[in-house]
C-alpha cells in the first residue's frame, strides 16, 4: 500500500511562484509513475504534469510549471512559476503502479489528499 501526501499549497498573488511537494511512503519504486492533477470548483479533474524517465506536460502549464522527483527521498516536486488565477484549484498528487505515465486520472492507483492552491488577481 502506498500513501502519499501533499503539502505547499496557499495563496498568492498572480505572477507568484509556490512549489508543492508530495511524499510517497510504502511500496514505492522509483520507476513508476507520479504526476499532478488538479480540479477546479465545478470542472473536471485535469492533468497538469507527470513524471517518469522523462517529463509531461499539460499545455496551459507548459513553461511554467516544472515537476521533479528526488528518488532518496521518495518525493515528488512541482515548481510552479508566473501563476495566474485559472491555476486556482486543489492539486493532487497520484502515483501507479506502470512506468508509464498517462493523462487520464482513471489510470492512477493512489492518491492524495489534495492541496489548495489559489492565486488572486
Known amino acids: 500500500q502506498v500513501q502519499l501526501v501533499e503539502s505547499g499549497g496557499g495563496l498568492v498573488q498572480t505572477g507568484g511562484s509556490l512549489r508543492l511537494s508530495c511524499a510517497a511512503s510504502?511500496?514505492?519504486?522509483?520507476?513508476?509513475?507520479r504526476a499532478w492533477f488538479r480540479q477546479a470548483p465545478g470542472k473536471e479533474r485535469e492533468f497538469v504534469a507527470a513524471?517518469?524517465?522523462?517529463?509531461y506536460y499539460a499545455d496551459s502549464v507548459k513553461g511554467r510549471f516544472t515537476i521533479s522527483r528526488d528518488n532518496a527521498k521518495n518525493t515528488v516536486y512541482l515548481q510552479m512559476n508566473s501563476l495566474k488565477p485559472e491555476d486556482t484549484a486543489v492539486y493532487y498528487c497520484?502515483?501507479?503502479?506502470?512506468?508509464?505515465?498517462?493523462?487520464?486520472?482513471?489510470?492512477?492507483?493512489?492518491w492524495g489528499q489534495g492541496t489548495q492552491v489559489t492565486v488572486s488577481s
Open positions: 497520484a502515483g501507479r503502479e506502470n512506468v508509464f505515465a498517462t493523462l487520464r486520472w482513471t489510470d492512477y492507483d493512489y
Open positions: 513524471i517518469t524517465g522523462s517529463t
Open positions: 510504502g511500496r514505492t519504486y522509483s520507476t513508476y509513475a
